[in-house]
Antibody, heavy 120, light 107 residues
């Protein structure tokens, strides 16, 4: 059974760096073709892909946010960590991590999401 | 970036009726199109991928069609648990992009 769970702060101040951890079970991020992505959803708005990390450590980032994002994996701990620098109130959103297999990025397993508010 | 436009924004339907949701891509995405269902406070649930293939465990009342830039999700007979927001998602290009969603509400 595949499960994912996001964790991190619920409130960050403007200009701070956000660090989110996705802890998963039921699969290995060392298996060929597996990837974990981060997707966010501002209140009342559309879902937005942020970043993706593959089993072979290849990484992809949203072009509009690339300069602010890092993504890393710890295969032994079954975790993926996303950092986003220089947070702004417009970054207030629910952040999800999601599991994908293969080159077609249509995740079938998602975490429950973690709500992050950016406010001073 | 590919822009996904969904219509209508809100669809009012009575239980048992048919619902037809539309999604348009700003450029061809072939059949690399998925549909997700989302209920308040929950993560998205994959319904359809490859424009027309139901994901595991998805009831047959959900069907998808289309290719290139025009796609449709049809729910043949709405059940109470189907009232939710539905989003289309193209994964032909990086970054993948979602539509803004169609809310299916009880009439």
């Amino acid at each position: 059974q595949i499960t994912l769970k996001e964790s991190g702060p619920t409130l960050v101040k403007p200009t701070q760096t956000l660090t989110l951890t996705c802890t998963f079970s039921g699969f290995s991020l060392s298996t060929n073709g597996v990837s974990v992505g981060w997707i966010r959803q501002p209140p009342g708005k559309a879902l937005e892909w942020l970043a993706l990390i593959y089993w072979d450590d290849e990484k992809r980032f949203s072009p509009s946010l690339e300069s602010r994002l890092t993504i890393t994996k710890d295969t032994y701990k079954n975790q993926v960590v996303l950092t986003m620098s220089n947070m702004d109130p417009v970054d207030t959103a629910t952040y999800y991590c999601a599991h994908n297999v293969g080159i077609a990025l249509r995740p079938g397993y998602w975490g429950q999401g973690t709500r992050v508010t950016v406010s001073s | 970036e590919v822009v996904m436009t969904q219509s209508p924004a809100t669809l009012s339907v009575s239980p048992g009726e048919r619902a037809t949701l539309s999604c348009r891509a700003s450029q061809s995405v072939n059949i690399n199109l998925a549909w997700y269902q989302q209920k308040p406070g929950q993560a998205p649930r994959l319904l359809i991928f490859g424009a027309s293939t139901r994901a595991t465990g998805i009831p047959a009342r959900f069907s998808g069609s289309g290719s290139a830039t025009e796609f449709t999700l049809t729910i043949s007979s709405l059940q109470s648990e189907d009232f939710a927001v539905y989003s289309c998602h193209q994964y032909n290009y990086w970054p993948p992009t979602f539509g803004q969603g169609t809310k299916v509400e009880i009439k």
